[in-house]
């Protein structure tokens, strides 16, 4: 009898056969089929990353309990494609004793309440995530040596209020020069400026602004960034280097972002220390949110025309027709100024990719 030939059917067997009945070849691997459902991890502890290395993560567990520990993980294969950074909290599975030898696996982040980020420059679209979960960014620059440069310090400023991150300003080595003329351009916006000379660096007012916040730290290289993180935190051993007499620049130091806890008798809060930048592209920034941080302006330019750059030569710009009317307070006019000098970053870079000259 020929397998399935229905003339074979003497005795009615068939009747009720149908294309599901027919045999399959088994598994000549002998393995599970693929599948695309993947394990929910309803056991996964959630962590703080505090830092990354070579494909390895340094992850705090029960931060602030007596079971506090750092354990190093992996990153699960189907989290290839999302960068893990520095301050993200990260769902861990596996082995999370924290033992020597014993690695776990990160196989989810929880939703981000912030995400700093930058661009190689100006023109580049794909970004590069710096830290996430920040809601302070601590810019650092130096009063000399090298000299401050205040358009690097408008771009830093534009990725933190595109980030919703608030913005603080430390100048370094205030010995060596008087910052009031640089700092006068920043006349107007609401951003705390701390100054500290080499034998007066003032770590328990900044330290206080640390109390309770998660706060980045960014800053050209050469300007102090190390010898403050490392004064803050006496246990954080972060390399400090110098300027280049000759160039005038400084050596790249710190290699690396990683947070750290600041302890003070008033309270705790986490330093985030990243590597030393001559450059901060903002191709990924939405101009839109920085004058949604002007809460002032930002009422007053719902009169603006739409697509109003609002910047000096914008035709029936509500903002400026204000300020020509005398409507706009001293502190006003400085915040309309910072906000225009900002916004003229973006006008820049736009004429820069569309192969114009800027102006």
């Avoid at 309990?65 to 294969?77: F, K, P, Q, Y």
């Avoid at 710009?317 to 006003?332: H, K, N, Q, V, Y």
Wanted: proline share 5%; with cysteine.
């Amino acid at each position: 009898m020929s397998w399935l030939d229905p003339d074979d059917d003497l005795d009615g067997d068939f009747e009720d056969f149908d294309e599901s009945s027919i045999r399959m070849r088994p598994n000549p691997k002998a393995n599970r089929p693929r599948t695309k459902r993947r394990p929910a991890h309803d056991d996964a502890q959630i962590g703080r990353v505090l830092g990354v290395d070579r494909g390895r993560y340094s992850v705090m567990l029960d931060e602030g309990t007596d079971d506090e520990r750092t354990i190093t993980t992996t990153r699960a294969r189907e989290l290839r494609r999302m960068p893990v950074v520095t301050g993200d909290q990260a769902r861990v599975v596996g082995d999370t004793s924290g033992d020597e030898g014993t690695l776990a696996r990160i196989v989810g982040i929880v939703e981000r309440s912030s995400l700093l980020r930058r661009s190689a420059d100006d023109t580049d679209q794909v970004e590069r995530v710096i830290v996430a979960n920040a809601d302070q960014m601590l810019i650092v620059v130096a009063a000399a040596d090298p000299e401050p440069r205040a358009r690097l310090v408008d771009r830093y400023l534009v990725a933190a209020l595109d980030a919703g991150v608030r913005p603080l300003l430390v100048v370094t080595k205030t010995d060596l020069a008087d910052p009031a003329q640089f700092l006068s351009h920043f006349d107007g916006l609401d951003l705390r400026v701390f100054t500290s000379a080499q034998e007066e660096m003032p770590t328990d007012e900044i330290g206080a602004a640390l109390i309770g916040h998660s706060t980045v730290f960014v800053g050209h290289s050469g300007v102090g960034k190390s010898t403050l993180v490392n004064a803050l935190v006496p246990s954080a051993g972060r390399a400090t280097g110098h300027v280049n007499q000759v160039t005038g620049r400084g050596r790249h130091t710190s290699s690396s972002t990683v947070s750290l806890r600041y302890v003070s008798p008033g309270g705790t809060g986490w330093v985030i220390d990243t590597p030393g930048v001559r450059s901060f592209g903002l191709g990924h920034v939405d101009p839109a949110n920085i004058l949604a941080s002007f809460t002032e302006l930002a009422e007053i330019a719902e009169n603006c025309p739409r697509g109003c750059t609002h910047l000096t030569d914008a035709p029936d710009c509500a903002l400026i027709e204000a300020a020509e009317r005398g409507e706009l307070s001293p502190a006003t006019l400085s915040r309309l100024d910072s906000l225009q000098r900002l916004l003229q970053t973006f006008a820049d870079k736009a004429e820069a990719s569309s192969g114009s000259s800027p102006r």
